[in-house]
């Protein structure tokens, strides 16, 4: 899948303001792009994983470790949509493995997985014994400082993301741009866009699955 860098989205922002520094400007796209993929989870990528029995760290919890940089640069995982062993929906949930030692203990022999995410691209999924397939749905958002982020941000939430970007760089005290009466205005409407991606994301689930939910960890 391609990718949009933050150039492409300067214009619908330079477009109601003018005068702001480069540093200023990506700063405040990139709090706005990680901001709305945090709360829409609108990026999401399937990958499907065989696990082979040589990668389960028996000394971990037997954890197996999926990293996703290769599946989808330049973009981190940071929860996870759905989760099938062997094409059968399974219940996962969030634990420090390294460090939640008792509630691995009591989760055992219940049939729950766990997972945590570490680094920028590595997802450990607790416990494994033998080889399975495996299908997981991360959610992403960019790696920090990054410049390239998915086109799908542009393609369909550009409005959105300038709005917010607007907004941010309105409301910054004793600027020639200061205005903070736009900046309300402009963060209205970003607000509004993050609960219209929320609605097609849920909707997109939805006619996807009938039966597996959204397990919206960490919110």
């Known amino acids: 899948m391609a990718n949009k860098t933050l150039d492409d ?7 109601d ?31 499907t994983h065989t696990v082979d029995i040589q990668d ?3 000394d971990l919890f037997d954890s ?10 330049y973009h981190r995982p940071f929860g996870i949509r759905e989760f099938k062993i062997n094409g059968i929906d399974w ?48 959610v992403f958002k960019p790696i920090p400082d990054f410049t390239y982020v998915d086109e799908r941000i542009y393609n369909d939430w550009v409005e959105a993301i300038a709005a917010g ?16 009466q736009s900046a309300g205005t402009w963060w209205a409407l970003y607000r509004t866009k993050i609960s219209e991606a929320k609605r097609k994301m849920r909707k997109d689930f939805t006619a996807l699955s009938k039966s597996v939910y959204p397990r919206e960890f960490g919110f």
Request: glycine residues 6%; charged residues 25%; contains cysteine.
């Open 9 to 15: 989205f300067k214009p619908f922002v330079h477009q």
């Open 17 to 47: 303001i003018q005068g702001v520094d480069i540093f200023t400007l990506e700063r405040n796209l990139r709090f706005i792009i990680d901001d709305f993929c945090e709360k829409t989870w609108i990026l999401q990528r399937g990958i």
């Open 91 to 138: 219940d996962l949930k969030y634990a420090e493995i390294i460090n939640d030692t008792n509630f691995l203990d009591d989760i055992k022999g219940s049939g729950c997985k766990v997972y945590e995410i570490f680094s920028l691209y590595n997802i450990r999924i607790a416990p494994f014994t033998v080889s399975d397939e495996i299908y997981i749905k991360p």
């Open 64 to 73: 197996i470790i999926i990293n996703t940089k290769g599946y989808y640069p």
């Open 165 to 180: 970007c607007k907004a941010k760089l309105l409301a910054i005290p004793n600027k020639p741009w200061t205005n903070m």
């Open 56 to 58: 389960i760290e028996g």
